[in-house]
């Protein structure tokens, strides 16, 4: 059974830092490509970022280009997100999503529960 956990949400100043951790389990972590994507209240799904599966091709969207980095450990199962410069439009519900190829060009199948992320002071 494919499980995707997160971990690493919370409650942040503006211009803080987080890191998110996506724990997978349950398929060959290293032959898929994974992503972030998130969910502000009261908003859509915004796709976030992208890696392949072996950790060397990455894409962000515009709005944390610059400021988020993802990251994966395929020694660990684990995908991660390093959040700098957060503003209060980065509150929201954090999600890890597994593609069903190497490559972030194709279709997210799996999704974790997500994890909140709060920008206040």
């Known amino acids: 059974e494919v499980q995707l956990v997160e971990s690493g949400g919370g409650l942040v100043q503006p211009g803080g830092s987080l890191r998110l951790s996506c724990a997978a389990s349950?398929?060959?972590?290293?032959?898929?490509?994974m992503s972030w994507v998130r969910q502000a209240p009261g908003k859509g799904l915004e796709w976030l970022s992208g890696i392949n599966s072996g950790g060397s091709s990455t894409s962000y969207a515009d709005s944390v280009k610059g400021r988020f980095t993802i990251s994966r450990d395929n020694a660990k199962n684990t995908l991660y997100l390093q959040m700098n410069s957060l503003k209060p439009e980065d509150s929201a519900v954090y999600y890890c999503?597994?593609?069903?190829?190497?490559?972030?060009?194709?279709?997210?199948?799996?999704w974790g529960k997500g994890t909140l992320v709060t920008v206040s002071s």
């Open positions: 999503a597994k593609y069903n190829r190497d490559y972030y060009a194709y279709a997210m199948d799996y």
């Open positions: 349950g398929f060959t972590f290293n032959n898929y490509a």
